[in-house]
């Protein structure tokens, strides 16, 4: 079986996440199982005002919003019950031990895999798992064959995967809810009513 790990902050979750796994699901690799992994963030360390952010909690559950539409995905709390900063490593080590007959997958965008060989172990994610990159943007896509070689060469196995970009991220979000402006093509319908009803992201301090 393959298991395919895709984390992130989340902050909020938006369609450019669900068109990366959608796309993940639909690609060669078609794992059995995606475990979408908020990662636990502390705002008092982050610097960052609790006001313009979302809490652990309602990440947890914008992230099952957004992906309860989608074949074999599961939310994972694993990171945020943990309480403290979790190195990607880890979390693949913990999943090796939960599944240990699966192959693992890591998904990650464009951004990501070009950071990824500076990671906290990046030597052991290499090993531990076949990365699977989606494209952020139109100019990210020609991008990724570079970025690919630098994990290729360090041992590593890419798939890089085809998907029609979808150029967001939660940044830009959370700016155009601070400036009220419409976010419905972005987030999911769903997620965009929980934001509204727990007023979060009001506050211009990002
Ligand atoms: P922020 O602006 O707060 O950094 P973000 O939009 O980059 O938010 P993250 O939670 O940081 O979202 O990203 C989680 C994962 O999703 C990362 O691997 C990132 O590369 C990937 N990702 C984020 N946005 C997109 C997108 N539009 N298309 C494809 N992958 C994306
Ligand atoms: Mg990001």
Redesign the pocket.
Known sequence: MITAL??????PV?L??T??VRSLLESEISPHRVIIMPAFVNPFKAGINTESRADCGQRLEMCRLAFEKLPRCQVSDYEIKKGSISYTSDTLRHLKTTYPDDDLVL??????LATLPTWNRADYIIKTARIAA????EEESHKLKDYSEAVKAMGGRVTIIK?L????????I?EKIVNNQDISCYVDENVVQYIVSESIYKSGDK
């Open positions: 895709f984390g992130g902050t989340f902050d938006h450019g996440h068109n990366a998904t990650v965008g464009s951004d990501s989606v494209s952020r943007s998907a970009p979808f150029d967001i991220s939660s940044t830009e959370r």
